[in-house]
């Protein structure tokens, strides 16, 4: 498989397994913590650089931040974020999620 295809294929599943992940816990969303959310959505990016690299974990990582931002972040639906500390936590979930993507390809 080319190194283009295989970006492909992994940023799809990427984009498969957030698109998965976030359907399921939307409906628990009132029953899960933020950071509960935040730490399911690992997974993905995971996925992402197992299967495309380390550009399709990227691709996980901004899927993920959407999502994170838009579905479990108060308020809903937007990309507006009502308290300061979950900037905080957005921040550090890009940080952390970018970190794992680097590792992760590297080996």
């Known amino acids: 498989m080319t190194p ?6 992994g940023a799809g599943a990427a984009l498969g397994a957030v698109a998965i992940l976030a359907a399921a816990m939307v409906p628990l969303r009132n029953h899960l ?3 509960t959310a935040a730490l399911v ?8 650089v197992v299967t495309g690299g380390f550009f399709s974990g990227a691709v996980a990582v901004g899927a993920g931040f959407l999502a994170y931002d838009l579905l479990f972040i108060p308020p809903y639906g937007t990309l507006t974020v009502g308290a300061g500390q979950n ?3 957005l921040a550090v979930y890009v940080v952390v999620m970018l970190l794992v993507a680097r ?5």
């Open 41 to 48: 959505l690992v997974i993905p990016v995971v996925i992402g």
């Open 4 to 9: 283009v295809r295989r970006s492909v294929v």
């Open 87 to 89: 900037w905080v936590t």
């Open 33 to 35: 913590s933020i950071a």
């Open 103 to 107: 590792v992760v390809s590297r080996l």
